[in-house]
C-alpha cells in the first residue's frame, strides 16, 4: 500500500489487519481510503517533537516519542482531505476497532491515547 504522498505504509500486524478490512469495507461504498502518514521512527518523531516544542506547541499536538503510537506502528494519520471528512469512513474505521484521537480528526490508533 502507499500512502497519499506516494511512501510505503508501514503498520504494526493487528492495525494493518483492521486498516486492509476497513479498506475494503470502504472500497465496497467506492470510498478509496486515503492515509498521509504512518510509522514514524522514534529519530523522526523526536525531531517533530521538538520542533513543536521549540515553537511554542503551536500547531496540533505532537506527541514525545515514548508515548506516539507513529513509533510502534499502532497510529495512522488520514490524508486531510475532504473525501477522508466524511462520516462514512469515521463509521467504518470506528466499526473495525480503532480510535479517533480528540481534537485531531485525521489521527486514528488502535488504542486510545491518554
Do not use: C
Amino acid at each position: 500500500m502507499k500512502s497519499h504522498s506516494g511512501d510505503s505504509l508501514k503498520m504494526a500486524s493487528p492495525v494493518a489487519e483492521r486498516f486492509l478490512h476497513a479498506k475494503d469495507l470502504l472500497a465496497s461504498k467506492g470510498i478509496s481510503l486515503d492515509v498521509q502518514d504512518t510509522y514514524r521512527s522514534y529519530d523522526a518523531q523526536k525531531k517533530a517533537y521538538d520542533r513543536w516544542v521549540a515553537s511554542g506547541k503551536k500547531g496540533p499536538l505532537i506527541a514525545h516519542p515514548d508515548t506516539s503510537f507513529h513509533t510502534i506502528g499502532y497510529a495512522f494519520d488520514l490524508a486531510q482531505t475532504h473525501d477522508m471528512k466524511q462520516e462514512e469512513v469515521f463509521n467504518i474505521l470506528e466499526s473495525v476497532g480503532f480510535i479517533q484521537n480528540p481534537g485531531e480528526w485525521w489521527h486514528w490508533s488502535l488504542e486510545k491515547i491518554n
